[in-house]
């Protein structure tokens, strides 16, 4: 897929070395009934490592299902879907198991953090079960939240509790973050905050970290900027400038 930035200008798909991701002719039919829903139709995608993408596009148009696959949570009908030189579709349930717990880091919306537990302790549940974790603290500092490391979730803002999530997802070192809806339960300024996590994990981390968003400004923070409309991929472009979370509003 040639990617245009935005003055329309054809432009590789991003680093040389192989795509971290790959899929070709992805698609997903879900039965409901004796209806056939089409999730996904026929989706050729590439991400490279350390791409910071912005998937966009509105409900029902197929991109949680598409972030689902990559992320091994779910399997697509027909099509190829890779991650480096691993074909998904060819794993067994413990490889997916394993795909993973040992590669990827997941950002939902809501934040599914354990009530009895402290922030640190929230993450160490991930780090004491990880190939090569960070410590706890180190996960907590990245994303800001140092001084509030022993509190519960119930002290702790919305956005907090996010940066929370985030700092559990990346404490197993993923090579790729996974995010769906990450700012959709917060308002503008807490968003703002926890998009600023994001970026700084990407940045020192190099984790390419998919975002998917029915946000349109966050794209502009984005190294690619990638459109999703029934169950197709109807754009794709580069950011030929990005702007801090900071300097976006909405």
């Known amino acids: 897929m040639q990617v245009l930035d935005d003055a329309g200008n054809g432009e590789g798909p991003g680093p040389a070395e192989a795509p971290v991701f790959r899929t070709q002719g992805l698609s997903k039919v879900y039965q409901s009934g004796d209806v056939a829903v ?148 917060l308002d503008s300024q807490t968003g703002i905050i926890v998009l600023e996590a994001l970026t700084q994990v990407n940045e020192r981390l190099g984790a390419t970290t998919l975002v998917i968003t029915h946000n349109a400004a966050i794209r502009e923070i984005a190294h690619r900027v990638v459109n999703f409309a029934d169950g197709r991929i109807v754009g794709d472009h580069r950011n030929t400038t990005r702007k801090r979370p900071s300097e976006v509003s909405w």
Not at 67 to 73: A, E, F, S, T, Y
Not at 169 to 183: G, H, M, Q, R, S
């Open 38 to 185: 089409h999730a996904l139709r026929g989706v050729d995608f590439e991400a490279g490592s350390g791409e910071f993408v912005v998937m966009l596009g509105p409900s029902g148009s197929g991109k949680s299902t598409f972030l689902n696959i990559i992320g091994g949570l779910d399997s697509a009908t027909e099509g190829s879907v890779w991650f480096g030189n691993r074909d998904l579709a060819r794993m067994s349930e413990r490889e997916r198991t394993l795909y993973r717990r040992d590669h990827v880091g997941f950002v939902f919306q809501f934040y599914n953090l354990v009530p009895s537990l402290t922030a640190r302790e929230n993450v160490a549940l991930v780090t004491e079960i990880a190939r090569a974790p960070m410590t706890p603290e180190e996960a907590l500092d990245i994303v800001g939240l140092t001084q509030r490391i022993d509190h519960f979730p119930a002290q702790l803002s919305g956005g907090e509790q996010q940066r929370v999530a985030i700092a559990r997802a990346i404490a197993k070192n993923p090579e790729v973050l996974l995010c769906d809806e990450p700012t959709g339960a």
